[in-house]
């Protein structure tokens, strides 16, 4: 059970893909302008990873190494299909905000690379839980940087008034997304270094 947890662990802490591995910073700039936007965009991330990691590892064996990069890609844009589709009949608004980038879920250096690194030489269930740490670690990152922003930008969170009179509008903007994830980046590191 320990080196489970561990796998699940590292996703979130020592190889969080926002805050240390510095990977899929397209999306965690350009989606987070709010806290619930950001946590749409991780969890559809999320969704894709953890199944993307499963097929990946069950069909290891199966797939031939001249075509596994674009037998990945296969895996992950079928998954990315469903989300779109789900999202659209779903969740309408947010599908509208995200725009085009859920279909960029599929180019995600994040998933191909999990799957590459990790789906492809692991079991299924480790293959798993790598999946839901690095989507928890990537949801919950993109969540902070959402929740910061929209807070410093517009005084709500989650769409509720915090403060009337709104905030600084440069946090909402691209400059914002900088100087949010780079603090934030500083900000985590330094709780994470006090506990190793």
């Given at each position: 059970m320990g080196?489970?947890?561990?796998?699940?662990?590292?996703?979130?802490?020592?190889?969080?893909?926002?805050?240390v591995l510095v990977?899929?910073?397209?999306?965690?700039?350009?989606?987070?302008?709010s806290a619930f936007n950001?946590?749409?965009?991780?969890?559809?991330?999320?969704f894709v990873l953890v199944m993307s990691n499963v097929v990946i590892s069950l069909l290891k064996n199966v797939i031939p190494d001249k075509v596994r990069i674009p037998a990945y890609i296969v895996v992950i844009s079928s998954f990315v299909t469903v989300v779109q589709l789900l999202m659209q009949a779903y969740v309408q608004d947010l599908y509208n905000t995200l725009g085009v980038f859920?279909?960029?879920i599929?180019?995600?250096?994040?998933?191909?690379?999990?799957?590459?690194?990790?789906?492809?030489?692991?079991?299924?269930?480790?293959?798993?839980?790598?999946?839901?740490?690095?989507?928890?670690?990537?949801?919950?990152?993109?969540?902070?940087?959402?929740?910061v922003r929209?807070?410093?930008?517009?005084?709500?969170?989650?769409?509720?008034?915090?403060?009337?009179?709104?905030?600084?509008?440069?946090?909402?903007l691209s400059p914002g997304a900088f100087f949010v994830l780079g603090y934030l980046m500083i900000v985590f590191r330094k709780l994470t270094a006090k506990k190793n």
């Open positions: 080196k489970n947890l561990k796998i699940f662990t590292d996703g979130l802490l020592k190889n969080n893909p926002t805050f990977l899929g910073m397209c999306p965690t700039l350009a989606t987070t302008t950001g946590m749409g965009m991780g969890v559809a991330t999320l859920i279909p960029l599929v180019v995600n250096c994040i998933i191909l690379g999990r799957a590459e690194a990790f789906a492809s030489k692991n079991g299924i269930w480790a293959s798993a839980l790598d999946g839901l740490g690095i989507g928890l670690g990537f949801t919950l990152s993109l969540t902070v940087v959402g929740m929209e807070l410093l930008g517009n005084g709500q969170l989650f769409g509720l008034d915090i403060w009337q009179g709104g905030g600084a509008l440069i946090f909402i």
